[in-house]
């Protein structure tokens, strides 16, 4: 098991239900909140922190002044607990806003790193990151999708390839010619840029190369979970909607449990939701990080952490080498992948206890030396 370094660069896409929950009484956080940040994010020192569900931190307009600092409050505590700088975005028709905290130093940003994206349930948290040593930008999408109709998680997945749009796979560095011949005041911005969507999907993936097979629908005794997620057939039977994950494999946005599964990590592709809801079809894996096809390639770990008893999806923790990350965004040495081939996997999935993960990947930080 890879140790904290200096090289290692941590995302980690988590959904915590209702974001602990609501204040036990006014100014009082809940507990939950406190253990999942206690005992879970701070001691995994993330640099970058997808939170899928901030209810309770973020208000609608016309809220009322104790509302508004109560969720100000809530998000205010996590950034100074973690030390990171929190961005939300608007609440949307839901009521499980999305944001993001980021590590300064690691990332380098400004106060302009975030803008809206439009055309979601659930308005997604988007910003411009970049990394010290490369000048192409990351955009980074948050997304909670539709938890309800398989039309609008297709739209939302579309609205996001605005930002994979900007990747652009074709675009390489200038020959030593072209920059000579540049113009000084032009800008250091190389024309491409990477896109990192770390999103609770509310979807399946596509079930071929998954080690977590697709819930035997017609068992499922929730009828309208079913309707919500699965399609019925002419034939009777039914189908789990799959158009979240065609449509990113499509435009050559990578999985990065996929990826680290086809390393040879095949506990990437542990199940991250569900285990507590036998009616509505069991595990089923739909929290994801994806990452376009040059900087998947800097990928080395991809960790699932369960959350029993903290809430009701796991975490998903995706360990990136800084160096290999700067030579993708460089692209001086570094093809991009093909697209999407899939391999079918070995049929075992290894989800140990959260112990057992926390302590792989926090024995040697120093929250874990200090105690």
């Given at each position: 098991?890879?140790?904290?370094?200096?090289?290692?660069?941590?995302?980690?896409?988590?959904?915590?239900?209702?974001?602990?929950g609501?204040?036990?009484?006014?100014?009082?956080?809940p507990?939950?909140?406190?253990?999942?940040?206690?005992?879970?994010?701070?001691?995994?020192?993330?640099?970058l922190?997808?939170?899928?569900e901030?209810?309770?931190?973020?208000?609608?307009?016309?809220?009322?002044?104790?509302?508004?600092?109560?969720?100000?409050?809530?998000?205010?505590?996590?950034?100074?607990?973690?030390?990171?700088?929190?961005f939300?975005?608007?609440?949307?028709?839901?009521?499980n806003?999305?944001?993001?905290?980021?590590?300064?130093?690691?990332?380098?940003?400004?106060a302009?790193?975030?803008r809206?994206?439009?055309?979601?349930?659930?308005?997604?948290?988007?910003?411009?990151?970049?990394?010290?040593?490369?000048?192409a930008?990351?955009?980074?999408?948050?997304?909670?999708?539709?938890?309800?109709?398989?039309?609008?998680?297709?739209?939302?997945?579309?609205?996001?390839?605005?930002?994979?749009?900007?990747?652009?796979?074709?675009?390489?560095?200038?020959?030593?010619?072209?920059?000579?011949?540049?113009?000084?005041?032009?800008?250091?911005?190389?024309?491409?840029?990477?896109?990192?969507?770390?999103?609770?999907?509310?979807?399946?993936?596509?079930?071929?190369?998954?080690?977590?097979?697709?819930?035997?629908?017609?068992?499922?005794?929730?009828?309208?979970?079913?309707?919500?997620?699965?399609?019925?057939?002419?034939?009777?039977?039914?189908?789990?909607?799959?158009?979240?994950?065609?449509?990113?494999?499509n435009?050559?946005?990578?999985?990065?449990a996929?990826?680290?599964?086809?390393?040879?990590?095949?506990?990437?592709?542990?199940?991250?939701?569900?285990?507590?809801?036998?009616?509505?079809?069991?595990?089923?894996?739909?929290?994801?990080?994806?990452?376009?096809?040059?900087?998947?390639?800097?990928?080395?770990?991809?960790?699932?952490?369960?959350?029993?008893?903290?809430?009701?999806?796991?975490?998903?923790?995706?360990?990136?080498?800084?160096?290999k990350?700067?030579?993708?965004?460089?692209?001086?040495?570094v093809?991009?992948l093909?697209?999407?081939?899939?391999?079918?996997?070995?049929?075992?999935?290894?989800?140990?206890?959260?112990?057992?993960?926390?302590?792989?990947?926090?024995?040697?930080?120093?929250?874990?030396?200090?105690?």
């Amino acid at each position: 098991m890879k140790k904290k370094s200096d090289d290692r660069l941590r995302l980690v896409n988590a959904n915590v239900e209702h974001y602990g929950g609501p204040d036990p009484e006014p100014g009082v956080l809940p507990e939950t909140f406190f253990q999942v940040n206690n005992e879970v994010l701070i001691p995994l020192e993330p640099d970058l922190l997808a939170m899928t569900e901030l209810t309770h931190a973020q208000t609608r307009p016309g809220a009322s002044p104790d509302e508004v600092e109560a969720a100000d409050r809530r998000f205010d505590t996590q950034q100074t607990l973690l030390n990171m700088e929190g961005f939300r975005a608007e609440m949307g028709v839901g009521n499980n806003p999305t944001g993001c905290l980021v590590r300064r130093g690691p990332f380098l940003f400004g106060a302009d790193a975030q803008r809206p994206v439009l055309g979601h349930n659930t308005p997604p948290t988007v910003l411009t990151l970049r990394v010290p040593g490369a000048a192409a930008p990351i955009h980074v999408g948050v997304g909670h999708y539709s938890f309800n109709s398989p039309l609008d998680r297709n739209r939302e997945a579309f609205g996001f390839t605005r930002l994979v749009d900007k990747v652009k796979l074709d675009r390489r560095p200038p020959t030593e010619e072209e920059r000579s011949a540049a113009a000084p005041e032009e800008s250091s911005d190389p024309g491409w840029s990477a896109c990192w969507l770390l999103s609770d999907t509310n979807e399946l993936p596509e079930e071929e190369g998954e080690l977590v097979p697709h819930p035997d629908w017609l068992s499922v005794t929730d009828d309208t979970h079913r309707v919500h997620r699965a399609e019925l057939l002419p034939d009777g039977t039914w189908r789990g909607y799959t158009n979240v994950d065609q449509v990113m494999h499509n435009c050559r946005m990578y999985d990065a449990a996929r990826w680290a599964a086809h390393q040879g990590q095949l506990q990437a592709l542990a199940p991250t939701a569900g285990r507590a809801r036998p009616d509505q079809g069991g595990p089923c894996r739909i929290d994801h990080v994806r990452m376009d096809a040059f900087t998947i390639q800097a990928v080395e770990e991809v960790h699932v952490i369960p959350m029993d008893g903290l809430s009701d999806h796991d975490i998903v923790v995706v360990d990136v080498s800084k160096r290999k990350l700067v030579e993708t965004l460089l692209r001086r040495s570094v093809e991009p992948l093909p697209g999407w081939r899939r391999q079918p996997l070995l049929p075992r999935v290894i989800t140990p206890a959260r112990a057992a993960v926390m302590h792989g990947l926090t024995g040697n930080s120093p929250a874990a030396r200090a105690a």
